[in-house]
């Protein structure tokens, strides 16, 4: 057995297990720093949104869970008592949660949506009065 190759060859050994140290230690250090970087407390949090239709003033009721900045369920119940604004609110209700699960709170900003231009408006308006609440 030759020392200088069996030396060299428990360098690299030595070299992958510090290496697989130190990459352990900067995840453990990213996801501390992720779990600090969380701007929000987990919980369930509801607001209702507000918006202004052609014929007034309206409303939409928007309950989201958050986990770490993420949105991990979210509801929406129509809030208005005009027959043609509830309508629109129940056909958007049915496709925001696609676009809102699983996104930082921060990036969710919902257009128009299910033929509703609209309630988005006052789907994100409650947003972000939940993330008023739930700011650290």
Excluded: C
């Amino acid at each position: 057995m030759n020392p200088t190759k069996n030396s060299v060859h428990g360098s690299v050994r030595v070299a992958g297990v510090l290496a697989a140290v130190a990459t352990a230690g900067t995840l453990t250090t990213a996801l501390a720093a992720d779990a600090e970087a969380a701007n929000y407390r987990d919980g369930t949090y509801s607001a209702t949104g507000n918006y202004t239709r052609p014929g007034g003033p309206d409303k939409i009721n928007v309950t989201v869970t958050l986990k770490k900045n993420i949105v991990r369920s979210v509801r929406v119940t129509p809030g208005s008592s005009h027959p043609v604004a509830s309508r629109f609110q129940r056909l958007a209700a049915g496709s925001i949660a696609s676009q809102v699960v699983g996104k930082n709170i921060d990036s969710v900003n919902v257009g128009k949506t299910a033929g509703s231009s609209l309630t988005p408006k006052g789907f994100n308006n409650a947003i972000s009065k939940i993330k008023s609440q739930a700011r650290r």
